[in-house]
């Protein structure tokens, strides 16, 4: 259920970003949104939110996209680096618990396309 | 029509993560300490804090922010231990947000206070998502829940500086196996202490209350 409060601030932010232009721009052609592998967000619920959100605005109409981050992690033990197999978040290659989550929690709007 | 990309690079969580730091700023100017504790409904957080508040009064002055969907009966029972708490209603939102627990954070008498407790809404999903500006999240887990949840809850364990296993008490009556948890947790956060306690009675609580005052005295 956090997937409205976590798009609104992402159609805000998409909306103001697009205020900054000049002259304002035609329409919103597509949002595209980073998430990490980690993030608890359900694509279907973050898309349903997003269609309301959008309705009325410069951006109605527009793609969402997501780009997905897979989570990867690196060992403070033996120094490996690679894909983890969530929720196992020990190290694939010696089994120590001692992986820095190097990806995976990631969550930002990458990039606004318009029409000029 | 010309096709334009604007390149925005920016975190979604920026506006909840100002008020997180705001929140960071205040309780360290104040020495006060912030734990967020996260669980199921019924996984026993309000009986922690009530066996908190019997045991270790005279030595640890705290307060609650007690986080609900709807009624103040939470704030009620640790009124009633002469605990200051407030009841934070989301009204239907499954978990607090940075603002809303600054605004409560700041109508609490700080300089009295050695720790503020958030009871966060009853949920293992959306309140580890949001960073409140707490010292540190909690995870209480009760027996009765099963044995896997931490590796059905990953982002939850993983975030969290502790676990508490609670409602020890009712083993006897489960069929649940504690190593299976305690690898469970391993599995996603294998560096964080885990306190078997049972709330209700008082017994195995010491440890997790010794932990609660090792933070207050490096604050």
């Given at each position: 259920?956090?997937?409205?409060?976590?798009?609104?601030?992402?159609?805000?932010?998409?909306?103001?970003?697009?205020?900054?232009?000049?002259?304002?721009?035609?329409?919103?052609?597509?949002?595209?949104?980073?998430?990490?592998?980690?993030?608890?967000?359900?694509?279907?619920?973050?898309?349903?939110?997003?269609?309301?959100?959008?309705?009325?605005?410069?951006?109605?109409?527009?793609?969402?996209?997501?780009?997905?981050?897979?989570?990867?992690?690196?060992?403070?033990?033996?120094?490996?680096?690679?894909?983890?197999?969530?929720?196992?978040?020990?190290?694939?290659?010696?089994?120590?618990?001692?992986?820095?989550?190097?990806?995976?929690?990631?969550l930002y709007l990458k990039q606004v396309e318009i029409d000029e | 029509m010309n096709e334009k990309t604007i390149k925005v690079y920016k975190d979604l969580m920026g506006a909840n993560a100002e008020w997180a730091q705001k929140t960071r700023d205040l309780l360290k100017k104040k020495k006060v300490v912030?734990?967020?504790?996260?669980?199921?409904?019924?996984?026993?957080?309000?009986?922690?804090?009530?066996?908190?508040?019997?045991?270790?009064?005279?030595?640890?002055?705290?307060?609650?922010?007690?986080?609900?969907?709807?009624?103040?009966?939470?704030?009620?029972?640790?009124?009633?231990?002469?605990?200051?708490?407030?009841?934070?209603?989301?009204?239907?939102?499954?978990?607090?947000?940075?603002?809303?627990?600054?605004?409560?954070?700041?109508?609490?008498?700080?300089?009295e206070l050695d720790i503020v407790f958030v009871e966060n809404v009853g949920n293992l999903v959306c309140p580890a998502e949001f960073d409140i500006g707490e010292e540190a999240k909690i995870a209480v887990l009760s027996v009765t829940e099963g044995e896997e949840k931490p590796s059905k809850y990953p982002?939850?364990?993983?975030?969290?500086?502790?676990?508490?296993?609670?409602?020890?008490?009712?083993?006897?009556?489960?069929?649940?196996?504690?190593?299976?948890?305690?690898?469970?947790?391993?599995?996603?956060?294998?560096?964080?202490?885990?306190?078997?306690?049972?709330?209700?009675?008082?017994?195995?609580?010491?440890?997790?209350?010794?932990?609660?005052?090792?933070?207050?005295?490096?604050?």
């Open positions: 259920m956090h997937e409205f409060s976590i798009c609104q601030s992402l159609v805000d932010m998409a909306l103001n970003e697009i205020k900054k232009i000049e002259p304002a721009p035609v329409r919103v052609i597509k949002v595209i949104v980073v998430i990490g592998g980690l993030r608890q967000i359900i694509l279907e619920q973050l898309q349903f939110a997003y269609d309301v959100l959008i309705k009325d605005t410069i951006a109605e109409g527009s793609v969402l996209e997501v780009e997905y981050i897979p989570v990867c992690g690196k060992c403070k033990e033996c120094g490996w680096e690679g894909f983890l197999e969530v929720p196992v978040m020990l190290c694939v290659e010696c089994g120590e618990a001692s992986v820095d989550i190097t990806s995976g929690k990631e | 912030m734990l967020n504790l996260i669980g199921s409904p019924g996984s026993g957080k309000t009986v922690l804090l009530e066996r908190l508040a019997k045991d270790c009064s005279d030595s640890l002055s705290f307060s609650v922010l007690e986080g609900d969907v709807e009624t103040t009966k939470d704030a009620e029972r640790l009124q009633k231990l002469d605990i200051l708490a407030s009841q934070l209603l989301t009204g239907g939102a499954c978990h607090l947000e940075a603002k809303l627990v600054h605004y409560a954070l700041k109508d609490l008498p700080l300089d982002l939850l364990f993983n975030e969290a500086s502790a676990v508490v296993l609670t409602k020890t008490d009712l083993l006897p009556h489960l069929n649940y196996k504690i190593g299976v948890c305690m690898e469970a947790i391993k599995d996603v956060n294998g560096s964080i202490p885990v306190f078997q306690v049972d709330a209700l009675n008082g017994n195995g609580v010491e440890q997790w209350h010794e932990w609660i005052k090792e933070r207050v005295r490096a604050c």
